[in-house]
């Protein structure tokens, strides 16, 4: 079994450990390095080029925003979760610099270990209590969305995908078929001309539909 390699990047020890072991406990999870800045995560990133990087917002130097930035422009491919303590003011911000997460530190084992192989599998994955902040940001959606020329059901679906759910919870919620939320995430981002769902979201907000 190929492991998902993660790189831990924060400026407290005891976290990054914490975090370790809570992850070592995954046998499909290899934590393959660790940074206390932003200077040290692209170093680190080049030299070990993981997967996925838990990254802290507020570490010495570069902060998490701009390092985040920078990792995504050098490896596209790779994932960036932002784990913090901090809450929504940084979450638009942190998904235009091109995070695929965003995650307080309260998190528990589980909902990192599934969250970790939901940016793998290409999700956008928002805490909940996060979510439903951009959930009220997207009153003006309607009116906004016209812009973009999304349908009613679209718009339903960006919203449920800013408010945290993954596709099959969207399902559930708007009683249709796991594939037809799919193939609707394909057309929202066509008509958006962004290549992820995260950065659905990030155009969402940049022109001001969250």
Same mark, same amino acid.
């Given at each position: 079994?190929?492991?998902? @390699?993660?790189?831990?990047?924060?400026?407290?020890?005891?976290?990054? *450990?914490?975090? $370790?072991h809570l992850l070592e406990l995954d046998e499909g999870i290899e934590v393959v390095?660790?940074?206390?800045?932003? =200077?040290?995560?692209?170093?680190?990133?080049?030299?070990? @080029?993981? #997967? +996925?990087?838990?990254?802290?917002?507020?570490?010495?130097?570069?902060? %998490?925003?701009?390092?985040?930035? *920078?990792?995504? $422009?050098?490896?596209?491919?790779?994932?960036?979760?932002?784990?913090?303590?901090?809450?929504?003011?940084? +979450?638009?911000?942190?998904?235009?610099?091109?995070?695929? %997460?965003?995650? /307080?530190?309260?998190?528990?084992? %589980?909902?990192?270990?599934?969250? !970790?192989?939901?940016?793998?599998?290409?999700?956008?994955?928002?805490?909940?209590? /996060? %979510? @439903?902040?951009?959930?009220?940001?997207?009153?003006?959606?309607?009116?906004?969305?016209?812009?973009? #020329?999304?349908?009613?059901?679209? @718009?339903?679906?960006? $919203? /449920?995908?800013?408010?945290?759910?993954?596709?099959? =919870?969207?399902?559930? *919620?708007?009683?249709?078929?796991?594939?037809?939320?799919?193939?609707? /995430?394909?057309?929202?981002? $066509?008509?958006?001309?962004?290549?992820?769902?995260?950065?659905?979201?990030?155009?969402?907000?940049?022109?001001?539909? !969250?």
């Amino acid at each position: 079994m190929t492991k998902i @390699r993660v790189l831990l990047v924060d400026d407290h020890k005891i976290m990054r *450990q914490g975090m $370790r072991h809570l992850l070592e406990l995954d046998e499909g999870i290899e934590v393959v390095g660790e940074a206390e800045t932003g =200077e040290d995560a692209l170093a680190e990133a080049d030299l070990k @080029r993981p #997967d +996925v990087v838990l990254m802290d917002i507020r570490i010495p130097g570069m902060d %998490g925003i701009e390092a985040t930035r *920078q990792l995504k $422009r050098a490896y596209p491919d790779m994932d960036v979760v932002m784990l913090t303590s901090y809450a929504d003011d940084y +979450v638009p911000e942190a998904i235009e610099a091109g995070a695929s %997460g965003y995650l /307080l530190k309260s998190v528990d084992y %589980g909902e990192l270990s599934r969250a !970790i192989r939901a940016v793998r599998a290409g999700e956008a994955i928002i805490d909940r209590s /996060l %979510g @439903r902040e951009l959930f009220r940001r997207f009153a003006d959606l309607s009116r906004a969305s016209k812009e973009a #020329d999304l349908s009613g059901r679209e @718009r339903d679906i960006l $919203r /449920l995908l800013a408010s945290g759910l993954n596709a099959k =919870e969207i399902a559930g *919620q708007i009683f249709v078929s796991h594939a037809t939320v799919k193939r609707d /995430l394909r057309q929202i981002m $066509r008509k958006l001309n962004v290549e992820s769902r995260t950065h659905a979201i990030a155009e969402a907000h940049r022109r001001k539909l !969250i």
